[in-house]
């Protein structure tokens, strides 16, 4: 390699972004930084109630411009003159509405403070009705059924059910939206300097998951399905995009104003973009019919399989199956939970609201502040020592609605088996074991359909610091699990996209080999708990039946 080898990887979680400076030559870490989003931090243009999530694209930008400085000054010396490409990944699907430019209208005078303005993030569920009334059409409008390479039911968290939401919802937002672009699409287009919606390069991850394009139909399903669906979607697809783009791609190279701002030099190649848990997929060295496991807030699970080897397989109830979504020329399918370790904080939450409501400590400051961040490893350790089985609850982790298998955001989280000795460890355990017990009906749709598991990898925050939790996956899914040695794995996996993009790779996979940090550590299943979690899933399996039926009962 010449001079220039050092990449960078940008991830956009849910709560904050990451940047990450690595040597392309062997995957070294140079230097990170992160910041959290200052809106969303401060909770605005939320309402959990009614599971509304909006972003401001500002906190993009902000946090874009911080991060890479930072990282940058930290790396020092002459590291900004050797860096060849950048490429991102976000959350998703996080689509906005923008104006002809491809501005986001929340950048605009008069929207600057309307939520409908702004990025809808992946875990918005205001458009349930809307993703139902997809899902009939496709099956009812006597044409193709588009919902085919999606796992046939299509999610309020995705691309069309959103901008429909936004679109009855909002006139003056209706009134001023030319197009619609995802996140990881847009930021991608901003730093080359270009984002007319009608040229951007978009992401076949995006599309093809979340967006039900296909290249066998010719991208996008068409005018007549999207009419017949509102006629308020009248001619927007032709105001969107008919080709995507794998993130092996370039988009182009740095701007002249964003390599001023990021500190930079308008050499450096800008990859197109993709969702963060394929990324990190990918630095997480995904392999074929190993399952990668992002394990956060949610569970995104990635599996590639060779198209060879797919033929007419078709997943139901998972998030879509695309070719090169995750490594360019291999089939890539995903699934994943809703919620995981946002039923953790939802519990440590609320054990601890009358702390933090009632009581004060010195100077105004509460002691939830220290119990906050003490409570869930003190709960792991006492639910740890509990036997499989022997308090009685059983709970359902579909605290914000199941994704996969089979999306259906109307379902709620449920506890059965209480008595006056069930404790706060005992809970927590069942809501542990029931994280764990939806993951397995994941990895069984799979090889229920011909798909075999070998294998399982896990990155992410929650495999690095929660042995517990780890445990009890690995004696659910009664598989061993691997847990990746890459700290960022998602911003890696970026970073290794963007030595593709650069030119200093021929392929993902030549970046994998060079860039791959391997694994710290294996979760092997403990055979005398197997039993006992067989009874406890099939309770589990009963319970959200039952919760499932009353759900939709008329």
Not at 224 to 249: I, W
Request: aromatic letters at 8%.
């Amino acid at each position: 390699m010449e001079d220039k080898h050092f990449v960078i990887g940008v991830d956009y979680g849910t709560d904050s972004v990451r940047a990450l400076i690595v040597d392309a030559a062997d995957g070294r870490e140079i230097a990170s930084s992160v910041t959290a989003y200052k809106r969303w931090t401060d909770g605005l243009y939320c309402n959990a109630a009614e599971n509304r999530f909006r972003q401001h694209p500002l906190d993009y930008i902000e946090g874009l411009e911080y991060t890479i400085r930072d990282a940058l000054a930290r790396a020092g010396g002459n590291a900004a003159a050797r860096v060849a490409g950048i490429s991102i990944d976000t959350t998703g699907s996080t689509p906005a509405a923008v104006d002809k430019k491809g501005t986001p209208l929340s950048l605009l005078p008069g929207f600057e403070e309307n939520p409908n303005a702004m990025f809808i993030l992946w875990k918005d569920h205001t458009a349930i009705k809307e993703a139902g009334e997809i899902n009939e059409l496709a099956r009812s409008w006597n044409g193709f059924d588009y919902t085919k390479y999606v796992g046939g039911i299509y999610s309020s968290e995705w691309f069309w059910a959103k901008l429909l939401h936004v679109l009855r919802e909002d006139k003056a937002i209706a009134a001023q939206a030319f197009s619609w672009v995802e996140h990881c699409d847009w930021l991608p287009a901003l730093l080359c300097g270009d984002t007319n919606p009608l040229t951007m390069k978009r992401s076949r991850c995006a599309a093809g998951h979340k967006a039900m394009w296909h290249e066998s139909f010719g991208g996008l399903p068409p005018e007549e399905f999207f009419v017949k669906l509102d006629p308020k979607l009248a001619g927007l697809r032709q105001r969107l995009y008919t080709e995507t783009r794998t993130s092996d791609m370039k988009v182009g190279n740095l701007s002249a104003e964003w390599a001023q701002r990021l500190g930079l030099h308008t050499e450096v190649a800008v990859g197109v973009g993709a969702f963060d848990a394929h990324m990190g997929a990918v630095g997480g060295e995904i392999q074929p019919y190993v399952l990668s496991k992002v394990i956060g807030t949610s569970t995104c699970d990635m599996l590639v399989m060779p198209l060879a080897e797919a033929e007419d397989k078709l997943v139901p109830g998972i998030c879509g199956q695309v070719d090169g979504s995750i490594i360019p020329g291999m089939l890539g399918l995903e699934a994943g939970q809703s919620a995981f370790g946002d039923i953790y904080a939802w519990f440590r939450d609320m054990l601890l609201w009358p702390v933090g409501h009632l009581l004060q400590g010195e100077q105004g400051q509460s002691p939830a502040s220290d119990l906050h961040r003490r409570l869930i490893p003190e709960l792991s350790v006492a639910a740890a020592k509990i036997p499989p089985g022997e308090s009685g609850v059983v709970a359902l982790d579909w605290l914000n609605g199941r994704r996969t298998p089979d999306a259906d955001q109307a379902l709620t989280g449920a506890i059965s088996g209480l008595n006056l000795g069930s404790s706060a460890p005992r809970l927590f355990r069942a809501l542990v074991e029931a994280t764990a017990f939806g993951a397995r009906k994941i990895t069984e749709r799979f090889t229920a359909q011909g798909i075999p598991i070998k294998g399982v990898i896990a990155l992410g925050g929650i495999p690095k610091k929660s042995p517990f939790v780890m445990q009890v996956l690995a004696d659910v899914l009664n598989m061993k699990i691997d847990v990746a040695k890459a700290e960022q794995a998602c911003a890696l996996g970026a970073a290794m996209f963007a030595a593709v993009a650069a030119g200093l790779y021929e392929t993902v996979s030549q970046a994998q080999s060079a860039m791959g940090n391997g694994f710290e550590k294996q979760y092997v299943p403990e055979q005398k708990n197997i039993r006992q979690y067989e009874a406890l899933y099939q309770k589990y399996s009963l319970l959200g039946g039952f919760v499932e039926k009353q759900t939709h009962k008329e």
